[in-house]
């Protein structure tokens, strides 16, 4: 139980393109999801707090309007990064959260070129 | 300012040998600690949690020892494996809210043959 898929699993785009990554919780609801961003051999720093049906909450210095959050549903949360750029390209992870656990996607590689 | 500080960056061990991760919190307020195995390319995977009102929690070969006094907490992994090779991140959090983690720096482990 507690699976959490991520589609895609990496992507390469072009400056100035917008990427939708979807996060879904495959067994269970989730009414928080959240989504982290990982360079390479550091921490994962969290992005956002995502509650169904309500506007996402997001971290000091994390651009919103760059980062749309969507939390149509228990099941679902989607990232869209517009007009990305190079400087977008990371590993961007979700997680939903069951009680007081916070179960982890796989992970969504993005490369802008 | 860290949250919470994470120790060793990373450990290296021979098989069969007992590394110990170590966490230390300033915020008396976190009442959630849980540590997650993170392989390289691949979302955290939650290994085992613990609450301030339990000194030790063990799940398999993982073990959690916890200081409420010196807000500290480490991960012990008995009889490690190469298959252990990975990197491992505290984090905590407070319940109420979204319960978002806050996570350690992480600690690259190697588990030679």
New interface residues.
């Given amino acids: 139980g507690a699976v959490?898929s991520?589609h895609p699993s990496w992507v390469i785009c072009k400056s100035g393109t917008s990427v939708k990554i979807e996060c879904r919780s495959l067994d269970f609801q989730a009414t928080?999801m959240?989504w982290y961003r990982q360079f390479p051999?550091?921490?994962?720093m969290?992005m956002a707090?995502s509650?169904e049906g309500s506007k996402a909450?997001y971290e000091q210095g994390v651009e919103k309007d760059k980062f749309l959050i969507n939390h149509a549903s228990l099941t679902l949360s989607t990232l869209t990064v517009t007009s990305a750029h190079p400087e977008d390209s990371s590993?961007y992870?979700c997680?939903a959260?069951v009680s007081?656990?916070?179960?982890?996607?796989?992970?969504t590689?993005l490369t802008v070129l | 300012q860290q949250q919470v500080k994470q120790s060793p960056q990373s450990l290296i061990v021979q098989k069969g040998g007992i590394p110990i991760i170590n966490c230390a919190y300033e915020n008396t307020a976190f009442d959630y600690f849980p540590w997650y195995q993170q392989f390289p390319g691949k979302g955290p995977a939650l290994l085992i949690a613990i609450r301030p009102d339990v000194s030790e929690k063990k799940e398999g070969r993982f073990t959690i020892s916890f200081n409420k006094s010196a807000k500290q907490f480490s991960l012990h992994i008995m009889d490690s494996q190469p298959g252990d090779s990975a990197t491992y991140f505290c984090a905590v959090t407070t319940q109420g809210g979204s319960e978002k983690l806050v996570f350690g720096k992480g600690t690259k482990l190697t588990v030679n043959p």
Avoid: A, D, H, M
């Fill in positions: 959490v991520q928080t959240f051999k550091q921490s994962l969290l707090t509650n909450t590993f992870i997680s959260r007081r656990e916070q179960f982890f996607g796989p992970g590689r």
